[in-house]
């Protein structure tokens, strides 16, 4: 398998513009998940899914951000408006259960806002 | 919510030397996870502990999940320059109704002098 697959790698979007970032999970993980990472409060959860329901949205900042996960293999993060302060690597991640497994992690998307 | 204190932020320390780093936690956890992120990377899971008090080892690296569940160890042994990088230390609680995503500590930077 080719592990989680992320995209873009890079973002760089102007302050008020849709930012859409998105994630292919590793095959018949169940559970995914989505990470914000800034140098001020490191790695934050953002949402999980599991079975493509969303279970916990608690970390997501603000109504600016939503997540979808219409198939297994497929979930978006999308900010509108994007503001420079969500300048940041985000990461999705996937495992195949909630207990006694591991999440595995994509190479990230870093997201540049000016 | 829940916190969990890494230390030491970052070590200096000459190739070949042992490395100890720990995290303690405001409340128990289920699981404990160790990961190390390169630069442009994602985190990349290096060992897991699922047992309070357990011991466990993956080449030169040994970790341990305290008795208390609220704490955790990595040791590397005579680290060698890949060892550089940023270790994270991850707990995850599951509470019969469900599992939280993980929990994160603000990492230990190594670095290593020839």
């Known amino acids: 398998d080719a592990g989680v697959i992320q995209s873009p790698r890079h973002e760089v979007t102007e302050m008020g513009q849709e930012v859409t970032l998105r994630c292919k999970p590793i095959s018949g993980h169940d559970y995914l998940f989505w990470y914000r990472q800034t140098m001020m409060r490191g790695l934050e959860l953002l949402i999980y899914?599991?079975?493509?329901?969303?279970?916990?949205d608690s970390g997501m900042p603000e109504d600016r951000f939503s997540a979808k996960m219409p198939n297994a293999s497929f979930s978006t993060l999308k900010i509108q408006p994007s503001e420079p302060r969500d300048s940041a690597v985000y990461f999705c991640?996937?495992?195949?259960?909630?207990?006694?497994?591991?999440?595995?992690f994509g190479q990230g998307t870093r997201l540049t806002v000016v | 919510g829940q916190q969990l204190n890494q230390s030491p932020q970052s070590m200096f320390i000459q190739e070949g030397e042992d490395v100890s780093m720990n995290c303690t936690s405001s409340s128990i956890f289920n699981t404990w996870l160790w990961y190390k992120q390169d630069p442009g990377e994602g985190p990349v899971l290096l060992i897991a502990?699922?047992?309070?008090?357990e011991l466990t080892s993956n080449g030169r690296l040994t970790a341990q999940f305290g008795i208390t569940r609220k704490d955790s160890f990595l040791n590397i042994s005579a680290s060698i320059p890949s060892d550089v990088g940023i270790y994270f230390c991850a707990g995850q609680l599951y509470s019969g109704g469900g599992a939280d995503g993980l929990t994160f500590g603000k990492g230990t930077h190594l670095i290593i002098q020839p």
């Open positions: 502990l699922y047992k309070a008090g």
């Open positions: 991640a996937s495992s195949s259960g909630p207990v006694n497994t591991e999440a595995f």
């Open positions: 899914f599991n079975n493509n329901v969303p279970i916990d």
